[in-house]
């Protein structure tokens, strides 16, 4: 057999030290009534509460976050201070924003479908309440909620 020599081009580009899904522009020229000066700025936390919400929407999730963070979760929950972007991680540039979440589905939930769900739940709730172009919505499933006894007889004595 002749040797075969592959010759492959490789484009390169220089990404800033600090790289990020979203636009990082220095100033923007304002939107709407060109007559009104201003900005407006929306706050990282913002978003990542609007992502939560929605997900947790979404039919087939069961919580948000990671063992950890569920524990601490619910500790929050039992004194009625709920944080509803655990399990969320958000980057919120000038025009863009981008989200992580941890999921956990519950059984037997397809979880392809709940993923999609919560991707397309987010996106269009960050949209529509911010007006920020979402580029990017991962969707990590951390793990599957199986109902047990215990978790009925707690839901019974809450009803």
Do not use: F
């Amino acid at each position: 057999m002749a040797d075969e020599k592959t010759t492959t081009s490789t484009a390169t580009t220089t990404t800033p030290k600090t790289a990020t899904r979203v636009d990082r522009a220095a100033s923007a020229a304002p939107a709407g009534d060109p007559k009104v000066a201003g900005r407006i700025t929306i706050a990282d936390g913002v978003v990542a509460k609007v992502a939560g919400i929605a997900a947790r929407e979404v039919s087939g999730v069961y919580a948000l976050g990671g063992g950890g963070a569920r524990a601490l979760g619910a500790i929050r929950d039992a004194v009625n201070a709920t944080d509803l972007t655990q399990g969320v991680k958000v980057e919120v540039g000038e025009t863009q924003a981008a989200a992580d979440l941890k999921v956990v589905v519950e059984y037997p939930a397809p979880i392809g479908r709940v993923a999609d769900e919560v991707r397309a739940s987010v996106a269009g709730a960050i949209e529509r309440l911010t007006g920020l172009d979402v580029v990017e919505v991962n969707v990590e499933i951390h793990d599957v909620h199986i109902a047990d006894d215990e978790d009925e007889q707690t839901e019974s004595r809450i009803a």
